[in-house]
């Protein structure tokens, strides 16, 4: 008997165990973000291993900022493919653990990079960066089918919440036993790579233990290649009829260049412009990791009842004021200190810039990627995740190579503000994206293609 659009059977709830083993994942590879892209590495590879060569350290920024553009772009061209390949064997934990594995290959040779061997940190950052980028959007694929349409918000905001709890704890043992980024500290603090190697693979476990795969595998008459070319040319031809899907994407596009810019480059500005102790920079570690995971899981209860697309917006306003906020702290302080009489240093007014930009940074991840799942046929999840990673990764490329080519010109503190502009256009697009239109898309699909 066929199956309406209007009375397909809602997704069954995964058990506890099998949510708490998918959201493991997300706890495990933040040790990876955290402490290699956004905060310790980044530090260490652009003021010590490449340094100041009397430009301001331009050069270097610049170099991170191609590394890391270098390995998004591989994910955009091979996110989609891979996604469809995926769908039709099913075999997402086998992608999954393939990036898994190569992801802490690549970041525990990261020990070898001392200062000067600028080029062995490039293709260790682009090989490691590439394989857990390619793993977020596999561990993202899993996502519809843990739980019904209505609960997918608080699903995603619990595996980025404890996300954010797995990223205090690698931080607390950074801050703890490892030290400061700097060339004093070089012996101790190049153990950053194996260390988070380490924590990723260990706490993954759980996700490839718990973890189903879900759907039926199709018979292998083609080529992977093949049969990834025909699916993704197949979803691209119909990609007219999850055009609120098509278009939230171009959305996300403009926010995930800003939120790459300040992953990437948060505490190198942290470093450059505001100039913090080590003390102050420790602190803002523990700061973004708890107003992070509280902005995942108080925004994540909230999408499931205002609506994912809502919130979404929200996230977003609150990243416009927060980009304003870093931009303006510097003249800030030296404002408030004139008028209030007061002695404020700009690096303590840059934590409390840290607590909106926490929530900000939870918030609107977990959002768009539950907003995704909404849109996403069951049978088609990985390969419209994979797009979902395109989209995220493009913007990687065109957010962090704009901001590297700016800031060479402008520097670090002018160009912050392309990231403000960049969530504004992505406001603007989001508009026009219609929620209910968008899930009824995908019962459509479902009820027309399922067997």
């Known amino acids: 008997m066929s199956v309406t659009a209007t009375d397909a059977p809602a997704t069954p709830w995964a058990s506890r165990k099998e949510i708490l083993g998918w959201a493991m994942f997300d706890f495990a590879n933040q040790a990876y973000t955290l402490l290699i892209i956004t905060v310790v590495f980044g530090e260490l590879f652009t003021t010590v291993i490449v340094g100041d060569r009397g430009d301001g350290y331009r050069l270097a920024n610049f170099l991170w900022s191609l590394a890391l553009a270098t390995s998004y772009l591989l994910v955009v061209i091979t996110g989609p493919l891979c996604g469809a390949v995926m769908d039709y064997r099913a075999e997402k934990k086998r992608f999954l653990f393939a990036s898994y594995v190569v992801t802490i290959v690549a970041t525990a040779l990261l020990y070898f990079v001392a200062p000067g061997y600028v080029w062995l940190g490039l293709i260790l950052i682009v090989v490691s960066n590439y394989a857990y980028s390619m793993g977020e959007s596999f561990i993202a694929a899993f996502l ?4 019904p349409p209505e609960s ?9 919440a404890l996300g954010y709890v797995g990223g205090l704890f690698a931080a607390g043992f950074t801050l703890v036993v490892l030290g400061e980024a700097s060339a004093e500290n070089f012996e101790r603090i190049r153990w950053v790579g194996p260390f988070a190697a380490g924590f990723f693979l260990i706490t993954a476990i759980p996700t490839f233990l718990w973890v189903k795969e879900r759907g039926t595998p199709q018979p292998v008459a083609l080529s992977y290649r093949a049969i990834a070319w025909q699916r993704v040319s197949t979803t691209l031809h119909e990609l007219r009829r999850f055009r609120d899907l098509a278009t939230f ?23 450059q ?7 102050v920079r420790n602190l803002m570690f523990i700061i973004v990791q708890i107003t992070a995971a509280a902005g995942a899981l108080g925004f994540g209860a909230i999408q499931d009842r ?35 009489g007061l002695d404020w240093q700009a690096q303590h007014l840059f934590l409390l810039v840290g607590c909106l930009a926490g929530l900000s940074l939870g918030s609107s991840q977990s959002a768009s990627r539950a907003l995704v799942g909404l849109f996403s046929p069951g049978r088609k999840a990985a390969e419209f995740f994979g797009f979902w990673g395109l989209a995220n990764k493009l913007a990687g490329v065109v957010g962090i190579i704009g901001l590297g080519a700016l800031q060479s010109v402008v ?38 293609n399922g067997s």
Not at 424 to 433: E, K, N, Q, S, T
């Open 152 to 160: 997918l918000g608080r699903i995603s905001g619990f595996g980025w």
């Open 306 to 340: 205002i609506g994912t697309r809502v919130t979404y917006l929200i996230t977003l306003v609150l990243w416009v004021a927060a980009i304003l906020a870093i931009w303006a702290t510097p003249s800030l302080t030296a404002w408030l200190n004139a008028a209030l």
């Open 411 to 448: 520097g670090l503190q002018a160009s912050i503000l392309l990231c403000a502009a960049l969530f504004v256009v992505a406001i603007l697009i989001c508009l026009f994206v219609d929620q209910a239109r968008g899930m009824q898309a995908a019962r459509d699909w479902e009820a027309r």
């Open 273 to 279: 412009v505001i100039g913090w102790e080590e003390s």
């Open 249 to 271: 994407l171009v959305s996300l596009l403009f926010s995930m260049a800003g939120v790459y810019i300040i992953i990437a480059f948060a505490f190198i500005y942290g470093a």
């Open 144 to 147: 519809p089918g843990l739980g």
